[in-house]
């Protein structure tokens, strides 16, 4: 019975021994994974590729709703051209954070277009602004948007205020950062003006058409560059104006909200409310159908709903009854590399753990004269003179600095 299995055992390691030995000439000869990256890759890897001369990327940064939430945040856009030269339009709650995703160096992120005033298509202009100044920004933040029907509805009037919030924040960073990021310019231009020229650099050319949204004041950009073009709506009701000057463009991004029906089962608004925001306030999907039939571009964009496993096949649907060309539909971080031969639609890889990227030229520090803190306030610090002391020396010990203690 021993000799039996003691037998049995035997045959079962010399045959997996044999199978091993087989193995190894295939294992001696053979890579265990390709050695150069994939380059046809169906993600896009932030900071990794680049674009073509005569190439456009846009990426989706906020998509939802109004109302905010984790998965999408509101309105933001990027557009990145072959030229290097890079533009938001919109820059609603939490597109911030998505933005800071692409590591790209704020020096570089200076130039807003503001579609109109509602807090989900500014409200993290402030993150940008002294946020980027934080992340190393080192030249002033360009801001352009419309004028409003009095000049406390315009966006010089906002930005103001908007310096007024921050004052205490813009104060006491002098001394810790470079400042020179800290200028904030702004661009006010006639809401009214019909394919108005607001910005022409460097081969890029930008154009205002008024937008209707809630009230006068609102507006939509056209972007034309190396015979590529851009338009996006912000938001808006169909109009004349969308309909006229975006024909044909190569990439149309158009507000697509909610239909009443999901206002009205989702966020229990009531009938005559979830209608008129869909239909009057904003573009419904079927609307949005019927203005990108009217307008062909090469690739149909809609944003500004909740993109769920839920609301998609219902939105679509009702697009689908009213247009039948190219279409996307946008949720944050998705991404459109546009060339005049080809689109391509992709999402992006997105490191949640990411850190600023540094300035793109060197960092001037001005320490500020004197205490920020009254005599009040310094009479409540507790130094622990041997613990700060220790940690000074074991830094510079281990950095071969030389940084001495602060007098006071």
């Given amino acids: 019975?021993?000799?039996?299995?003691?037998?049995?055992?035997?045959?079962?390691?010399?045959?997996?021994?044999?199978?091993?030995?087989?193995?190894?000439?295939?294992?001696?000869?053979?890579?265990?994974?390709?050695?150069?990256?994939?380059?046809?890759?169906?993600?896009?890897?932030?900071?990794?590729?680049?674009?073509?001369?005569d190439e456009m990327r846009v990426v989706a940064l906020g998509t939802g709703q109004p109302t905010v939430r984790p998965k999408q945040a509101s309105a933001a856009f990027l557009v990145e051209l072959g030229n290097?030269?890079?533009?938001?339009?919109?820059?609603?709650?939490?597109?911030?954070?998505r933005l800071s995703t692409m590591k790209i160096p704020m020096d570089y992120l200076d130039k807003v277009f503001i579609g109109h005033l509602h807090m989900d298509h500014f409200g993290d202009l402030d993150a940008l602004w002294i946020g980027g100044l934080k992340m190393n920004?080192?030249?002033?933040?360009?801001?352009?948007?419309?004028?409003?029907?009095?000049?406390?509805?315009?966006?010089?009037?906002?930005?103001?205020?908007?310096?007024?919030?921050?004052?205490?924040?813009?104060?006491?960073?002098?001394?810790l950062i470079d400042t020179r990021g800290e200028q904030i310019e702004v661009n006010e231009f006639d809401y009214q003006a019909v394919n108005n020229v607001i910005y022409e650099e460097n081969g890029v050319t930008i154009r205002s058409i008024p937008a209707i949204h809630v009230t006068d004041g609102a507006v939509s950009f056209i972007l034309e560059w190396n015979g590529l073009k851009f338009a996006y709506s912000s938001d808006?009701?169909?109009?004349?104006?969308?309909?006229?000057?975006?024909?044909?463009?190569?990439?149309?991004?158009?507000?697509?909200?909610?239909?009443?029906?999901?206002?009205?089962?989702?966020?229990?608004?009531?009938?005559?409310?979830?209608?008129?925001?869909?239909?009057?306030?904003?573009?419904?999907?079927?609307?949005f159908g019927k203005v990108m039939s009217m307008t062909e571009p090469r690739l149909a964009v809609g944003y500004h709903f909740y993109n769920d496993h839920d609301t998609l096949p219902v939105i679509l649907d009702q697009v689908r009854r009213t247009y039948d060309g190219p279409l996307a539909m946008a949720t944050d971080y998705m991404v459109f590399n546009v060339t005049k031969e080809d689109i391509r639609v992709r999402m992006a890889a997105v490191d949640t753990e990411i850190w600023p990227s540094l300035s793109t030229r060197p960092t001037k520090r001005n320490p500020p004269k004197g205490s920020l803190f009254s005599e009040f306030t310094e009479s409540g610090m507790e130094p622990m003179p041997e613990l700060i002391q220790r940690i000074y020396d074991d830094f510079n010990k281990r950095n071969g600095t030389n940084v001495p203690l602060p007098k006071k």
Avoid at 148 to 175: F, H, R, S
């Fill in 236 to 287: 808006t009701f169909p109009n004349k104006w969308w309909l006229e000057h975006t024909k044909n463009v190569d990439i149309s991004i158009h507000e697509c909200f909610a239909s009443p029906q999901i206002l009205l089962e989702k966020q229990k608004y009531p009938p005559p409310l979830a209608l008129a925001l869909s239909v009057f306030k904003h573009t419904s999907p079927q609307q």
């Fill in 137 to 175: 920004r080192t030249y002033p933040l360009r801001v352009w948007g419309p004028s409003g029907e009095t000049p406390k509805m315009g966006t010089k009037n906002a930005i103001e205020g908007l310096k007024q919030m921050l004052y205490w924040d813009a104060v006491t960073v002098a001394g």
């Fill in 1 to 53: 019975m021993s000799f039996k299995f003691t037998s049995i055992r035997l045959v079962y390691y010399s045959t997996i021994l044999l199978m091993i030995a087989s193995l190894l000439p295939f294992a001696a000869t053979t890579n265990a994974s390709p050695q150069k990256p994939n380059e046809a890759r169906d993600v896009y890897y932030p900071g990794t590729e680049d674009l073509r001369p």
């Fill in 84 to 97: 290097g030269d890079k533009f938001l339009f919109d820059l609603g709650y939490g597109s911030v954070q």
